[in-house]
């Protein structure tokens, strides 16, 4: 089975400015958590989608938003980005709800100047 | 062992020495722990897990040891090899339903 693949691989934006990231489950996974890692917060949780219902939410501020579509895929956006906002944002799945066992991409690298 | 925060714990060990990665985690009705392995410019790799009700479990030259009594979670790596150099991270999932972090150990493996 083909990894979780996340797209894309670096984005580079300014203050102000939104993105939207990808994340393509493994096959048959139908939950798909958002983490956030920085080297000095290491791995936040974002939230996590099953079945295109958010589950749970971390601690972010309005601005960070998800979506899980009927495919599984997920999409993350973040609007008005701050600098503080660089960091790693990994994607992970699993094959049920209970959230363990994740399997995580490679992440996409954002950096925001 | 692994703190929150900014500094990152190292351990530095000579290759085919076992290692040990403590990691105290925080909630004492967490259910369910985990090991990761991150090398650079990855995603975390899952390594091994283990429920609450099970004090030790053994994989591919991995073992995980859980204490409860003293929330107490450590990764042992038998025959310590240069692939194995990467940072490690134990999660627990506790009542909240997510994993939560630990703030990772870096490994580095010596000749």
């Known amino acids: 089975k083909a990894g979780v693949t996340q797209t894309p691989r670096y984005l580079i934006k300014t203050r102000g400015q939104q993105v939207t990231l990808s994340c393509s489950p493994i096959?048959?996974?139908?939950?798909v958590s958002w983490y956030q890692q920085t080297p000095g917060q290491g791995l936040q949780f974002l939230f996590e989608?099953?079945?295109?219902?958010?589950?749970n939410k971390g601690n972010f501020p309005g601005r960070f938003s998800g979506r899980q579509f009927s495919n599984s895929r997920s999409e993350m956006n973040v609007s008005t980005l701050e600098l503080g906002d660089s960091a790693l944002y990994l994607c992970?799945?699993?094959?049920?709800?209970?959230?363990?066992?994740?399997?995580f991409g490679s992440g996409t690298q954002l950096s925001v100047l | 062992g692994e703190s929150v925060g900014l500094h990152l714990p190292t351990l530095s060990v000579q290759e085919g020495d076992n290692s040990i990665i403590n990691c105290a985690y925080s909630?004492?009705?967490?259910?369910?722990f985990i090991w990761y392995k991150q090398e650079s410019g990855k995603g975390p790799q899952f390594i091994i897990d283990?429920?609450?009700?099970?004090d030790k479990r053994q994989g591919q030259r991995v073992t995980v040891l859980l204490n409860k009594t003293v929330k107490h979670l450590s990764l042992q790596i038998a025959a310590t090899q240069p692939g194995d150099s990467a940072v490690y991270f134990c999660?627990?999932?506790?009542?909240?339903?997510?994993?939560?972090f630990g703030a990772g150990t870096q490994v580095v493996v010596t000749p």
């Open positions: 992970a799945s699993s094959e049920a709800a209970e959230n363990e066992k994740l399997f």
């Open positions: 096959s048959g996974h139908r939950s």
């Open positions: 989608y099953f079945s295109e219902t958010q589950r």
């Open positions: 909630n004492s009705a967490s259910d369910y």
């Open positions: 283990i429920r609450s009700n099970m």
């Open positions: 999660a627990e999932k506790g009542s909240w339903g997510k994993l939560q």
